[in-house]
């Protein structure tokens, strides 16, 4: 008769292994890191590579001829090119944002240039947003304890609302927001229509500008002297964007005001 304490784990062969799983959890929370690594990589790439060189109104001067010759010959081509160069440029947070929206309205008109780096910079946002939120934004939520957190509750309960005026009102940098909205708990769905909608009244504008910037690079040049963004985007353009925001941000406003029980 066999004895059944020989078939215990104890009495098992010492060559026996126990398997373990290799998705270990140090490895799990390590891997969260790799798509804001990428971010970086990519960043210093460009750099390295000078493309700040190209993506400036100097370059466009001396090769505006040129690459309107070749839109004109390779049209679709060439929208596809710029809107996958534009979400790139935004994903890797190179600083061109406004430079290149130039370029789309120069190049495409403001219509489709606008629509353009409409969609190309809120692809290239939410990539952003998603990278930086897999590798910071839980671990910050957990640690973040009186007005931190009550300030993250409010600016996640009007999540929408919010972003939408930061947004219009471009005061802070670009690729700011796309981070600073990641380590909150936003969902994607909402980071992604408040950015494509709060972005398009500025973004049609740099693409009308850009739709008339050659006079400005002719002049320039004559004068001996490089367009800088600042002969283009005039203080009013500027008020106004302000403005857009300023009424973008009572519906927000006032719904916190019913809340707290304030009577208008």
Known sequence: MTDDRSLRPDNLSPHVVETRSPNTPGQKSAWRFAPVLVVAAGLALGYALGLQDYLSLAFLAEQRQALRSYVDANFLWSAILFLFAYIL????????????????????????????????????????FLATRSAFGGFLRQRVDGVVKKLADGFRENAFGYLFVIRLAPVFPFFVVNIAAALFDISLGRFFLATFFGILPGTFAYAYLGQGVDSVLVAAQANGTEAQLSDLVTTEITLAFFALALVALIPTVFRQIRKRGISP
């Open 89 to 128: 440029a935004v994903a890797f947070s190179f600083p061109a944002a406004s430079v290149l929206t130039i370029f789309g309205g120069f190049l495409f008109g403001w219509m489709i240039g606008g629509a353009l780096v409409a969609i190309g910079a809120t692809v290239g946002a939410s990539m952003l």
